[in-house]
């Protein structure tokens, strides 16, 4: 078991030896957990002849698991007619003669194997209530076995094991590929499940955790049927296997088939693309993504229907999907067709993104123009964007994953600015755009506004572009695209990461008055503890070196004249303590801009969010 199955699984265990290890009494039984497979738990149970049976059947009934019918008791203390009541295949003096936890001069006819009532049809486990009443004959647990593993005469099979099957409170969350056992749970009667790959898939089966895989194909073992026989055996087994699969396929998919056609023909008879094989001619260039069908992701998405939307932003949506060829959960952005500025940016972002290699990077799948459609598929990031968890009313990011957000951003900025063939300009930092999978790493996407240049130059004059809030001021004035724009753009993450507020910080209610957090996170900064602008419910749990260096670098990154700026590669090293923190003005210094070029505001794009008026000073 991986994941959070099997997290979720363990520890009631975990609980109970935790308990044992207090010394507090409250365990009896002492659990020690020998296996776990996909269906049942197998638990060591040592011969004692101190254990009450009571307690301990108390505690093998949880929410999370209880014995099956196919175990047996050894129990002791017994009466006169419990004790001749033998009902297993393995005599109790096994475990006496074996074990050194019975002493005291204990005989064999003290002991009896008792198999518990066998729970009538439909019901999986055994009757907490019938083992209970077994507690007024006898007193005692000894130990236990499982009749599945003792068939008769095979005492030299008794371990002292029992098997007690699992569950997951809740309905059915397995992924696609593995099966659902649903489970009525014995004490409270609640809905549970277990998940389990099919054959021909590894893993945990749980869509929370590690799902299925694909797994190696078996063995093949060696035959002696003539080869005529085989042929035989293959031509008739596998036309009747197609029968089966194509007769499901048709049930299933027909109806899904029927309704994506109407809405292809709908599509096709818009007006498509007029330049989809020059778009080809482009896309083709990079390597690695792979061109999918329209088909092929509308089916992912189940024709892109509303309860797969993951949300939805300038130039498009985003649906979740489930890719049947590469056995993958993605994100599929749907791009607007009406926006000529979203088609600039697909095709952007598959020339660039399709050619970046990073581990902080958002990996592109594949990519999609069919019918006047724009999709682009990527890996799905199961905890979204940085934004939604900064400004969660609970479970506020720790400090530690914070930091290590602030890393994983800083280690891909400097591979794109400086450890790639070619400098890449993002040109839109922003938390919105840093995803995060399914372990908080964080990963830079949306590259729509990329820029290509080469090393040397790397700046890029072009129209007005990006978020207001996170642009370098000159840059909106002057349309000038380079590193120390986006190294400004990572100062404000920086700074919004360490206090949790957004870029406008609003300082006079009254007046509406507003102000950059740049300037706010800089006046902590003169006073000589900007310390005091962390996030406050962090409560103080953080380290305060790290909290400085984050706020400071993020200061230096941001500073308003650029050429105070440091390289992407400067910051990372501050960042990881290799380099000493730089000594910045006590005051936010007053930067000068060159005189914008003519047209340049009246052509920005329509991707920019509407201007909010904030002060630098």
Request: proline share 6%.
């Amino acid at each position: 078991m991986r994941g959070t199955a099997a997290a979720l699984l363990l520890l009631p265990l975990l609980l109970h030896a935790a308990a044992v290890a207090a010394g507090n009494g409250s365990c009896e039984l002492g659990l020690l957990v020998s296996n776990v497979t996909a269906r049942a738990l197998f638990l060591t149970l040592r011969p004692d002849c101190s254990r009450r049976l009571d307690a301990s059947v108390k505690e093998l009934f949880t929410d999370n698991y209880a014995p099956g019918p196919q175990n047996a008791l050894v129990v002791s203390s017994c009466n006169n007619a419990a004790a001749r009541g033998h009902n297993c295949s393995v005599h109790p003096a096994t475990y006496l003669n074996s074990s050194s936890y019975c002493f005291h001069g204990a005989k064999a006819e003290n002991f009896s194997c008792v198999q518990p009532p066998i729970p009538p049809s439909g019901n999986r486990f055994l009757n907490e209530t019938e083992i209970l009443a077994l507690g007024s004959e006898c007193t005692g647990l000894v130990s236990a076995a499982s009749l599945w593993d003792t068939p008769a005469p095979a005492p030299a099979l008794v371990r002292g094991v029992m098997e007690l099957e699992w569950w997951i409170l809740g309905p059915c969350r397995c992924s696609p590929r593995a099966d659902c056992t649903s489970v009525t749970t014995p004490t409270a009667e609640l809905e549970g499940f277990r998940c389990e790959c099919i054959e021909g898939f590894v893993g945990d089966g749980f869509a929370a955790g590690a799902g299925c895989q694909r797994g190696p194909p078996p063995p093949v073992a060696p035959t002696t049927l003539k080869p005529l026989t085989i042929i035989s055996l293959s031509v008739s087994t596998g036309f009747i296997l197609c029968l089966i699969i194509l007769s499901t396929l048709a049930r299933l998919f027909w109806p899904r088939r029927q309704k994506r056609a109407k809405n292809m023909a709908k599509g096709l008879r818009e007006e498509s693309l007029s330049n989809d094989e020059a778009m080809d001619d482009e896309l083709k260039n990079g390597a690695g993504p792979k061109r999918f069908r329209y088909d092929e992701l509308a089916i992912a998405t189940d024709d892109f229907s509303d309860e797969q939307k993951l949300g939805q932003g300038g130039f498009g949506s985003v649906y979740k999907g489930f890719l049947e060829s590469e056995n993958l959960q993605v994100a599929i952005k749907r791009v607007s067709r009406s926006s000529k500025q979203g088609r600039k940016e697909y095709v952007s972002e598959v020339k660039i993104i399709s050619r970046l290699r990073h581990r902080n990077l958002v990996q592109l799948i594949g990519w999609c123009h069919d019918g006047g459609e724009l999709l682009l598929v990527y890996e799905l990031m199961p905890n979204g964007s940085l934004d939604t968890h900064l400004y969660k009313a609970h479970n506020t990011l720790s400090w530690t994953v914070r930091r290590e957000i602030v890393l994983g951003i800083g280690s891909a900025l400097l591979y794109l600015h400086q450890d790639w063939e070619q400098c890449v300009l993002h040109r839109d930092i922003k938390p919105s755009n840093v995803m995060l999978d399914v372990s908080f790493t964080a990963k830079l996407g949306d590259f729509g506004l990329a820029r290509l240049v080469d090393h040397g130059r790397c700046s890029h004059t072009t129209v007005l572009a990006g978020t207001m809030g996170y642009m370098d001021p000159e840059c909106m004035l002057t349309g000038r695209a380079d590193v120390e724009s986006d190294v400004y753009s990572f100062g404000v993450l920086l700074l919004e990461i360490a206090c949790g507020r957004r870029p406008a910080v609003l300082v006079r209610e009254e007046d509406d008055d507003y102000v950059h957090l740049v300037s706010w996170v800089w006046k902590f900064y003169g006073r000589g503890y900007i310390v005091a602008a962390a996030d406050k419910r962090l409560k103080g749990q953080f380290d305060g070196g790290e909290m400085k260096t984050v706020m400071v670098v993020g200061l230096w990154c941001a500073h308003p004249n650029r050429s105070m700026r440091p390289s992407i590669r400067q910051a990372v090293s501050t960042l990881r303590f290799e380099a000493p923190l730089p000594r910045l003005p006590a005051r936010m210094p007053v930067a000068t801009y060159c005189t914008p070029p003519v047209g340049l505001l009246s052509s920005a794009p329509s991707s920019l969010e509407p201007p909010t008026t904030i002060r630098t000073g």
